[in-house]
Protein backbone atom coordinates (compact mmCIF):
# COMPACT_ATOMS: atom_id res chain seq x y z
CA UNK A 1 0.00 0.00 0.00
CA UNK A 2 1.46 3.25 -1.16
CA UNK A 3 2.40 5.61 1.69
CA UNK A 4 0.32 9.24 1.67
CA UNK A 5 1.99 12.27 2.60
CA UNK A 6 2.45 12.21 6.53
CA UNK A 7 3.66 8.58 5.80
CA UNK A 8 6.48 9.82 3.74
CA UNK A 9 7.32 12.91 6.10
CA UNK A 10 7.52 10.54 8.77
CA UNK A 11 10.05 8.31 7.36
CA UNK A 12 12.20 10.88 6.23
CA UNK A 13 12.11 12.32 10.00
CA UNK A 14 13.67 9.18 11.01
CA UNK A 15 16.91 10.54 8.38
CA UNK A 16 17.75 13.66 10.78
CA UNK A 17 20.02 13.38 13.66
CA UNK A 18 20.53 15.06 16.79
CA UNK A 19 22.50 18.05 16.56
CA UNK A 20 21.19 18.92 12.93
CA UNK A 21 20.16 22.36 11.16
CA UNK A 22 17.26 21.34 8.85
CA UNK A 23 15.82 23.26 6.13
CA UNK A 24 12.59 21.56 5.28
CA UNK A 25 11.11 22.73 1.79
CA UNK A 26 7.56 23.31 1.52
CA UNK A 27 4.49 21.01 0.69
CA UNK A 28 5.06 17.61 2.34
CA UNK A 29 9.08 18.57 3.71
CA UNK A 30 6.83 21.10 6.27
CA UNK A 31 5.13 17.62 7.85
CA UNK A 32 8.43 16.27 9.10
CA UNK A 33 8.50 18.71 11.85
CA UNK A 34 5.58 17.18 13.33
CA UNK A 35 7.61 13.36 13.66
CA UNK A 36 10.78 15.04 15.03
CA UNK A 37 10.97 13.34 18.54
CA UNK A 38 10.60 15.51 21.39
CA UNK A 39 13.50 14.65 23.15
CA UNK A 40 15.77 15.59 19.96
CA UNK A 41 18.23 18.45 19.87
CA UNK A 42 17.60 19.80 16.20
CA UNK A 43 17.54 23.37 14.18
CA UNK A 44 14.68 24.08 11.94
CA UNK A 45 16.07 26.79 9.51
CA UNK A 46 13.29 28.48 6.56
CA UNK A 47 14.95 30.87 4.39
CA UNK A 48 12.84 33.82 5.27
CA UNK A 49 14.46 34.79 8.22
CA UNK A 50 13.30 31.65 10.86
CA UNK A 51 15.41 29.61 13.24
CA UNK A 52 13.97 27.51 15.68
CA UNK A 53 10.72 26.83 13.66
CA UNK A 54 8.46 24.22 15.44
CA UNK A 55 5.73 22.08 13.94
CA UNK A 56 3.22 22.61 12.14
CA UNK A 57 0.40 24.47 13.91
CA UNK A 58 -2.79 23.22 14.91
CA UNK A 59 -6.08 25.28 13.57
CA UNK A 60 -6.01 26.69 17.01
CA UNK A 61 -2.52 27.83 16.83
CA UNK A 62 -2.07 29.43 13.85
CA UNK A 63 -0.81 32.91 13.61
CA UNK A 64 -1.40 34.59 10.18
CA UNK A 65 2.04 36.90 10.66
CA UNK A 66 4.15 33.85 11.42
CA UNK A 67 5.24 31.65 7.91
CA UNK A 68 7.49 29.74 6.60
CA UNK A 69 9.24 30.71 3.00
CA UNK A 70 6.61 28.96 1.12
CA UNK A 71 3.97 31.22 2.93
CA UNK A 72 2.45 28.43 5.40
CA UNK A 73 1.91 29.31 8.75
CA UNK A 74 4.37 27.71 10.86
CA UNK A 75 5.39 27.80 14.94
CA UNK A 76 8.44 28.72 17.20
CA UNK A 77 10.21 26.45 19.68
CA UNK A 78 11.38 28.11 22.89
CA UNK A 79 14.89 30.24 22.23
CA UNK A 80 14.14 30.63 17.92
CA UNK A 81 15.08 34.10 16.72
CA UNK A 82 13.87 35.95 13.31
CA UNK A 83 16.25 37.97 11.66
CA UNK A 84 16.40 39.21 7.69
CA UNK A 85 16.66 36.93 4.74
CA UNK A 86 20.05 38.27 3.75
CA UNK A 87 21.40 36.93 7.73
CA UNK A 88 19.65 33.61 6.31
CA UNK A 89 21.03 33.10 2.86
CA UNK A 90 24.14 33.55 4.63
CA UNK A 91 23.78 30.59 6.72
CA UNK A 92 22.46 28.40 3.76
CA UNK A 93 25.54 29.56 1.39
CA UNK A 94 28.27 29.22 4.34
CA UNK A 95 27.19 25.19 4.61
CA UNK A 96 25.85 25.38 7.72
CA UNK A 97 22.95 23.17 6.82
CA UNK A 98 23.13 19.92 7.60
CA UNK A 99 19.89 18.66 5.97
CA UNK A 100 17.86 20.17 3.50
CA UNK A 101 14.68 18.10 3.10
CA UNK A 102 12.63 19.35 -0.58
CA UNK A 103 9.98 18.67 -2.63
CA UNK A 104 10.24 17.53 -6.49
CA UNK A 105 8.61 17.34 -10.11
CA UNK A 106 11.62 15.19 -11.19
CA UNK A 107 14.75 13.45 -10.17
CA UNK A 108 17.35 11.57 -12.58
CA UNK A 109 19.16 8.89 -12.26
CA UNK A 110 22.39 11.45 -11.67
CA UNK A 111 21.03 13.48 -8.44
CA UNK A 112 19.57 16.26 -10.59
CA UNK A 113 16.43 18.04 -9.39
CA UNK A 114 13.99 19.47 -11.02
CA UNK A 115 11.13 21.58 -8.57
CA UNK A 116 10.54 25.08 -9.48
CA UNK A 117 8.92 25.18 -12.88
CA UNK A 118 6.44 23.89 -15.40
CA UNK A 119 6.92 25.52 -18.66
CA UNK A 120 3.77 27.54 -19.48
CA UNK A 121 2.91 27.93 -15.88
CA UNK A 122 3.22 30.87 -14.10
CA UNK A 123 5.76 31.13 -11.35
CA UNK A 124 7.00 33.93 -9.42
CA UNK A 125 10.76 32.48 -9.64
CA UNK A 126 13.20 30.06 -8.14
CA UNK A 127 13.08 31.06 -4.56
CA UNK A 128 15.41 29.79 -2.38
CA UNK A 129 16.09 26.69 -3.88
CA UNK A 130 18.99 27.15 -6.02
CA UNK A 131 21.15 28.29 -2.83
CA UNK A 132 19.87 25.10 -0.80
CA UNK A 133 20.73 22.66 -3.52
CA UNK A 134 24.40 24.46 -4.27
CA UNK A 135 25.10 24.86 -0.35
CA UNK A 136 23.56 21.89 1.74
CA UNK A 137 25.54 19.05 2.97
CA UNK A 138 22.50 16.59 2.35
CA UNK A 139 19.78 16.79 0.07
CA UNK A 140 16.73 14.28 0.56
CA UNK A 141 13.44 14.37 -1.83
CA UNK A 142 9.93 13.82 -0.62
CA UNK A 143 7.86 13.24 -4.05
CA UNK A 144 5.33 11.15 -4.97
CA UNK A 145 6.78 8.25 -7.07
CA UNK A 146 4.20 9.50 -9.80
CA UNK A 147 2.78 12.02 -11.57
CA UNK A 148 -1.26 12.34 -11.22
CA UNK A 149 -1.90 10.74 -15.13
CA UNK A 150 0.87 7.50 -13.91
CA UNK A 151 3.64 8.85 -15.35
CA UNK A 152 7.06 8.07 -13.29
CA UNK A 153 9.12 10.85 -11.96
CA UNK A 154 12.31 8.96 -11.38
CA UNK A 155 14.06 9.29 -14.90
CA UNK A 156 16.97 8.72 -16.89
CA UNK A 157 17.08 12.35 -17.39
CA UNK A 158 14.88 14.98 -15.90
CA UNK A 159 12.73 16.68 -18.88
CA UNK A 160 11.45 19.96 -16.80
CA UNK A 161 14.08 22.98 -15.86
CA UNK A 162 16.66 21.92 -13.79
CA UNK A 163 17.10 23.53 -10.26
CA UNK A 164 20.40 21.75 -9.46
CA UNK A 165 22.76 19.23 -10.84
CA UNK A 166 23.99 15.93 -9.15
CA UNK A 167 23.33 16.77 -5.65
CA UNK A 168 20.50 14.40 -4.31
CA UNK A 169 21.47 12.47 -2.20
CA UNK A 170 18.51 9.98 -1.44
CA UNK A 171 14.68 9.82 -2.47
CA UNK A 172 11.33 9.08 -0.14
CA UNK A 173 8.73 8.48 -2.53
CA UNK A 174 4.98 7.18 -1.91
CA UNK A 175 6.37 3.61 -2.96
CA UNK A 176 9.81 3.16 -2.04
CA UNK A 177 13.38 4.75 -0.37
CA UNK A 178 16.03 5.45 -3.19
CA UNK A 179 19.34 6.15 -2.69
CA UNK A 180 21.22 8.41 -5.88
CA UNK A 181 24.09 6.38 -7.00
CA UNK A 182 25.97 8.81 -9.41
CA UNK A 183 26.28 7.49 -12.88
CA UNK A 184 24.81 4.26 -11.86
CA UNK A 185 21.28 5.18 -10.89
CA UNK A 186 18.27 4.66 -8.24
CA UNK A 187 19.61 1.76 -5.67
CA UNK A 188 16.21 0.38 -3.84
CA UNK A 189 16.84 0.80 -0.13
CA UNK A 190 13.02 -0.04 1.14
CA UNK A 191 9.38 -0.42 -0.36
CA UNK A 192 6.36 1.15 1.24
CA UNK A 193 4.62 -1.73 3.28
CA UNK A 194 2.70 -4.02 0.43
CA UNK A 195 4.61 -2.89 -2.44
CA UNK A 196 6.21 -4.98 -5.07
CA UNK A 197 9.76 -4.81 -5.54
CA UNK A 198 8.15 -5.44 -9.23
CA UNK A 199 5.62 -2.19 -9.17
CA UNK A 200 8.53 0.34 -7.99
CA UNK A 201 10.41 -1.39 -11.14
CA UNK A 202 7.71 -0.68 -13.28
CA UNK A 203 6.97 3.27 -12.09
CA UNK A 204 10.80 3.93 -12.62
CA UNK A 205 11.77 4.89 -15.69
CA UNK A 206 15.42 5.33 -14.40
CA UNK A 207 18.12 2.70 -13.61
CA UNK A 208 16.42 0.37 -10.44
CA UNK A 209 19.38 -0.93 -8.63
CA UNK A 210 18.56 -4.04 -6.40
CA UNK A 211 20.50 -6.08 -4.44
CA UNK A 212 19.31 -8.55 -2.54
CA UNK A 213 16.00 -8.87 0.03
CA UNK A 214 14.64 -5.35 0.28
CA UNK A 215 12.82 -4.66 3.54
CA UNK A 216 9.37 -2.95 3.91
CA UNK A 217 9.88 0.43 5.93
CA UNK A 218 9.22 0.75 9.14
CA UNK A 219 7.45 3.51 10.12
Known amino acids: MALDKYGIAKRIAKEI ?4 YVNLGIGIPTLVANFIPDDMNVVLQ ?11 PYEDEVDPDLINAGKQTVTMI ?33 GD ?7 GKM ?26 DG ?13 GLACVKKIVTDLAVLQVMPQKGFKLLERAPGVS ?18 PEMVL
Open 17 to 20: KPGY
Open 78 to 110: KGASLFDSAESFGMIRSGRIDLTILGAMEVSEN
Open 113 to 119: IANWKIP
Open 123 to 148: VKGMGGAMDLVASAKNIIVAMQHTSK
Open 46 to 56: SENGLLGMGRF
Open 197 to 214: VEEIKNKTEGTLIVEGEI
Open 151 to 163: QPKLLKKCTLPIT
